[in-house]
T-cell receptor, first 116, second 109 residues
């Protein structure tokens, strides 16, 4: 058990609806990452936070995607106006970045999104 | 060229076999390197970090060749429980982890 939790584990929605996923990192970890993974591919980096600051968001897939980490603890990832191509596993990871070269990320179980 | 390339496999090997996976990366400024393991429909889990001097953890040996931008993972005495997808991961600049698509391994009795 890595300690990172994600909710919900599965989400089925209709095209055009908004969805929000939550991630609770390992409690002492200051970094939190969001990834998307499609079948047969490795995780694709989307964005990350150090404490409450979002330090990288240029890799978010479109302006329909947004993420927050308001108090530096849990984070949410929102997808607006979902499309069928958004169907994927959304993974959250956290790390305690003492030294950049040893930033080991621990993943949560993921939220599987299906857009009908 | 993909940033991190792996042979997708699948590798089908008998128990007890030795198997090696290779990975190449394109960004010469990459800072750190890892192998993750991912079981079917599960999250990736860190298997081991990869150091320039090479490192070993039990039956697993990882090596890095910065000049050739090449990473390898060797598994000796394969077990049925080693069956999984092995992801090569490259940390580009302290916040950007790039994953390969993974190499699938099946160990058969």
């Amino acid at each position: 058990d890595t300690g990172v939790s994600q909710d919900p584990r599965h989400k089925i929605t209709k095209r055009g609806q908004n969805v929000t996923f939550r991630c609770d990192p390992i409690s002492e970890h200051n970094r939190l990452y969001w990834y998307r993974q499609t079948l047969g591919q490795g995780p694709e980096f989307l964005t990350y936070f150090q404490n409450e600051a979002q330090l990288e968001k240029s890799r978010l897939l479109s302006d329909r995607f947004s993420a927050e980490r308001p108090k530096g603890s849990f984070s949410t990832l929102e997808i607006q106006r979902t499309e069928q191509g958004d169907s994927a596993m959304y993974l959250c990871a956290s790390s305690l970045a003492r030294r950049p070269s040893t930033d080991t990320q621990y993943f949560g179980p993921g939220t599987r999104l299906t857009v009908l | 060229r993909k940033e991190v390339e792996q042979d997708p496999g699948p590798f089908n090997v008998p128990e007890g076999a030795t198997v090696a996976f290779n990975c190449t990366y394109s960004n010469s400024a990459s800072q750190s390197f890892f192998w993750y393991r991912q079981d079917c429909r599960k999250e990736p889990k860190l298997l081991m970090s990869v150091y320039s001097s090479g490192n070993e953890d039990g039956r697993f040996t990882a090596q890095l060749n910065r000049a050739s931008q090449y990473i390898s993972l060797l598994i000796r005495d394969s077990k049925l429980s080693d069956s999984a997808t092995y992801l090569c991961v490259v940390n580009i600049n302290n916040n950007d982890m790039r994953f390969g698509a993974g190499t699938r391994l099946t160990v058969k009795p």
